[in-house]
Structure formats: C-alpha cells, structure tokens
C-alpha cells in the first residue's frame, strides 16, 4: 500500500541564502545525517529547532548522547550550519554529537525505528485561527506516534507561550496513552520565545511520558 503523502503547512524557504550557508547545506549537510545513528545509541530529538539556539546548548549538556535536530525551514538549518562550523567549514567539536533532518520531522519517524531519552518541541507553530485548528503539529495521534518512538524512561518536553494552544494540547494529550506531568521550568530561551508572539508573561511547559509498565500479578 503506497503511504499517504505527509504535507508540510509551515514555511520552508525564507529569505536566499547567503553562498557559505549554500555550501554548508550542499557540502555539511549531507556529512551529519540522521540515518548514521545506532539503534544502542543514546538520542534526544528536537523538533522545530529553529534558528539551532537550543540544539546547540543540548549538544554541549549531552556529550554522552546524539542530538537530532529536525527543522524543515532551510533558513534554520543553514542558521544551525553556521553557528555549528568553523571557518573552514570543519563542525565544531563541541558539536559533534548533532544531526539534522531537515525535512518534515514525521516522515523520519515514519521512516525510522530509533527511541529517543527525550523528545523537545519548543513553541511550535499555533496556528491560532479556528480554520488551520488541523495543521497544528500536536493532536493526539502525533502524540501517540512520538509515544511509539520513547524510550521506557524517555519524557517529551514541550513548550509554549500561546495559552489556549497549550491547553488544547493538553486536551489532546488525554486522548492518548500517555502520562502528562506538569513541570517546574524556567523559561528556555530561543529566538521565537524572545519575539514572544503570544504576548503573554512566559511559556507553559508540560511533560509527556509512557506509562508505567503494570505489576505482574501474584500467582492464586
């Protein structure tokens, strides 16, 4: 059966790049690909990086780990490219435990079998008029989908300064098998949290986990 064709609502291309970030994407790009990560590896996965700001501070935390950014808008990914490379174009070594898709982060995990610790989705788009309700990224069914790719002990972490999306995600979130912690986080500042679209006094944060496995029953 020929799978559904995945579409993308959020945008893609911004403004040209400028020629080093056309080399990065043509010539580093392709070097730090998801697809050489082992299955034994430890990984934590964030969607939507955006311009990288937090990737990069989850990369240099987690040196035991991989750190896949996923990130379909091509001016992010090259933003990420240069602030993760020197002159030469060589990645940083305090990077070097990052990879990137950059493309639509459910067709990885459609195509990929991989089980992440933890699961980042920071400010994603609200999409706060009534008639694009369905291109919002965290309905109960994406949820479940990330759900099927955590770890036992793996948490997805995810934030928002738009309040009425928040609280339909957790409206979602009780549609699904998954167990929903409210957690105690200062703010985690990106580039989209600065901007602060929402106008709100900070973001909320929730935690999502896989329920615990149940007792074995004692023998009658």
């Known amino acids: 059966m020929e799978k ?8 893609r291309h ?14 580093v790009l392709p070097t730090i690909s998801y697809k ?4 034994n590896d430890k990984i934590i996965l964030e969607i939507g ?16 780990k991989i750190i896949i950014g996923a990130e379909p808008f091509i001016n992010g990914v090259a933003s990420l490219l240069s602030s993760i490379t020197n002159n030469s174009d060589d990645i940083l070594p305090e990077y070097s435990n990052i990879r990137v898709w950059a493309d639509d982060v459910r067709q990885m995990l459609r195509d990929s ?9 920071l400010h994603p788009d609200p999409w706060p008029k009534a008639k694009h309700e369905k291109r919002r990224l965290l309905s109960a069914e994406f949820l479940n989908t990330l759900g099927q790719h955590l770890t036992q002990n793996g948490e997805i972490i995810i934030g928002t300064d738009h309040w009425e999306y928040y609280e ?26 600065n901007k602060n679209m929402a106008g709100t006094d900070a973001p909320k944060y929730l ?14």
């Open 36 to 39: 050489n990560i082992q299955n």
């Open 113 to 121: 079998e991989l089980k992440f610790d933890e699961i980042w989705i």
């Open 207 to 220: 935690i999502l986990t896989k329920p615990l496995p149940a007792s074995p029953q004692p023998a009658k």
């Open 14 to 27: 911004g403004k040209k790049l400028s020629a080093r970030q056309t080399r990065l994407i043509d010539v």
């Open 49 to 64: 990086f955006g311009a990288g700001e937090h990737l990069r501070e989850l990369a240099i935390k987690n040196t035991d």
């Open 168 to 193: 339909w995600i957790v409206d979602q979130s009780q549609k699904t098998n998954l167990t929903r912690q409210t957690p105690e986080i200062n703010t985690i500042k990106t580039r989209y949290q």
């Open 4 to 11: 559904q064709e995945i579409r993308t609502f959020g945008r």
